[in-house]
């Protein structure tokens, strides 16, 4: 190798190495210490003990975890497709609007930008029974208001209006796609006398399917990670509202059904101080999120027609 291809090599290095550093000290460093520690028992007080398989076969006779997991996949069934459903259908309205366009893509885009903890605890407060404003909205029009965030058959539905509420940064992206389809295309399908609905699903749909995947993707792995807005949801509703380690008494808040993945996670670890149990679930949702987002890149590749 000569001197003028070392120099270029090292001044490439040069600019990748911050990276490459950032990677091995916040992903491979913190991935590899879990993965060593989900095979021990220790708490913050304790030296590691190497246990070996104890705390992957403990998950099997954990309830709690099975009905986090639970409430985790039903998040995960209908919180990621509605928002991406509602994404693509405000998106879509938007193109079609004449007049003010831009104050109402800043008007729908602007609940995005709330902190998810303000968002939770207005949409608690907004959906509170008896004192909340929807239910005597309702009321009003003759509607008996549920119970929302109290009742455990509405808590996952109110989570995912909360979730719709909040759409916004996903509408700018369907919207960018949506903008970007070739107007040609619709011209000419116009000529051949196809209607809104034909342009829709021949047209439009086919051309933003890669961003339908990436949202599908980043979904998935976001709900599979669900626990700011259920933690405070639960604590809110409850009338519990606590800080720090504490926080976890009103977890699942009413009767374990806004219980996610991450809250039990949290528990173990903080609360029972079973930190090896803790990186074993940790893991296990690492290699879950990791096999969703394998699955779904080649189901889409297969869908495509594109080769692996």
């Known amino acids: 190798m000569t001197g003028t291809s070392l120099r270029r090599s090292a001044t ?4 990748v190495a911050p990276a490459l550093l950032g990677i091995a000290i916040f992903f491979v460093y913190p991935l590899i210490s879990a993965i060593y520690f989900s095979f021990t028992k220790f708490d913050l007080l304790s030296v590691p003990r190497w246990v070996g398989l104890e705390n992957y076969r403990r998950m099997a006779d954990d309830p709690f975890l099975l009905q986090a997991v639970r409430n985790t996949l039903w998040m995960v069934v209908v919180f990621v497709p ?3 459903l509602g994404a693509i259908g405000l998106s879509m309205l938007l193109v079609q609007l004449k007049r003010g366009a831009g104050f109402f893509r800043t008007i729908f885009y602007l609940p995005a930008l709330v902190p998810p903890v303000a968002a939770t605890i207005a949409f608690v407060y907004l959906l509170k029974p008896g004192t909340g404003p929807v239910n005597h909205f309702l009321e009003m029009i003759g509607i ?3 119970l929302w965030f109290n009742s455990p058959v509405w808590a996952k539905p109110s989570l995912v209006l909360l979730g719709l509420w909040g759409i916004g940064d996903l509408m700018i992206i369907f919207l960018a796609a949506v903008l970007g389809v070739p107007e040609s295309l619709y011209e000419a399908a116009s000529l051949d006398g196809a209607n809104a609905w034909h342009k829709f699903r021949s047209i439009t749909l086919p051309t933003i399917r890669p961003v339908i995947l990436f949202a599908a993707v980043t979904g998935v792995i976001y709900t599979l990670q669900y626990f700011d807005q259920a933690a405070v949801a639960g604590s809110i509703a409850s009338g519990q509202a606590t800080v ?3 926080i976890s008494q009103s977890f699942g808040y009413p009767e374990g059904s806004t219980f996610t993945y991450p809250l039990w996670l949290y528990t173990v670890g903080f ?3 079973a930190l090896g149990y803790a990186n074993a679930l940790a893991i296990v949702l690492f290699l879950v999120a990791l096999s969703v987002t ?3 890149l080649r189901r889409a590749k297969a869908f495509s027609g594109e080769e692996s």
């Open 244 to 246: 720090g380690a504490g």
């Open 82 to 84: 509605v928002r991406i």
């Open 144 to 146: 008996d208001g549920p």
């Open 12 to 15: 490439t290095f040069s600019f």
């Open 271 to 273: 609360r029972y101080s």
């Open 294 to 296: 394998v699955i779904l």
